[in-house]
T-cell receptor, first 110, second 115 residues
């Protein structure tokens, strides 16, 4: 039972910002929003996570709506190396395992 | 700080054989989780170890087993390999627990092909 909904694919021009949406309308108060990405045949790479405040790190920014029912991952200046499958997941301290959905396949084009 | 390392990276075995995969977590991380990833089933949880004890287990047959050593390094073993065991096996480590406060960091994976 998927807790998140993401578009299956999106394209982005190199150098432009990539905005990846995620719906998590059933998120509960103790659940965090996590983003990972997976470049073909490699292990998933942690990007960022947040509870209710917007977060930023060296890789990306995470914008969470006030009602926490959706969020957006922003890659500020996409490069060709950002081409990957991006997974949005919600998880709490009660979850001992991560569950990835289908994710969004992001293709960055020159 | 070095990331999670897994060895070997690639492995080819035949049906009926057994295989052992190794995972070295990030220094200071005490929890190690193992996942199997296939195109059809996606990411599936195998088991999680903390302080040399298996704390959680997924729905895999007993042919899949693992262990953790005192230095937090972990191994998983698959006996009597089947064609369906062909997959990317991923190891993830976190500092203490598997909760959201303790982010899981994945290794590069071991690609197993069973012929």
């Amino acid at each position: 039972d998927a807790k998140t909904t993401q578009p299956p694919s999106m394209d982005c021009a190199e150098g432009r910002a990539a905005n990846l949406p995620c719906n998590h309308s059933t998120i509960s108060g103790n659940e965090y929003v996590y983003w990972y990405r997976q470049i073909h045949s490699q292990g998933p790479q942690y990007i960022i996570h947040g509870l209710k405040n917007n977060e930023t790190n060296e890789m990306a920014s995470l914008i969470i709506t006030e009602d926490r029912k959706s969020s957006t991952l922003i890659l500020p200046h996409a490069t060709l190396r950002d081409t990957a499958v991006y997974y949005c997941i919600v998880t709490s301290s009660n979850d001992y395992k991560l569950s990835f959905g289908a994710g969004t396949t992001v293709t960055v084009r020159a | 700080k070095a990331g999670v390392t897994q060895t070997p990276r690639y492995l080819i075995k035949t049906r009926g054989q057994q295989v052992t995969l190794s995972c070295s977590p990030i220094s200071g991380h005490r929890s190690v989780s193992w996942y199997q990833q296939t195109p059809g089933q996606g990411l599936q949880f195998l088991f999680e170890y903390f302080s040399e004890t298996q704390r959680n287990k997924g729905n895999f047959p007993g042919r899949f087993s693992g262990r953790q050593f005192s230095n937090s390094r972990s191994e998983m073993n698959v006996s009597t390999l089947e064609l369906g065991d062909s997959a990317l096996y991923l190891c993830a480590s976190s500092r203490e627990t598997s909760g959201p406060q303790e982010t899981q960091y994945f290794g590069p994976g071991t690609r197993l092909l069973v012929l």
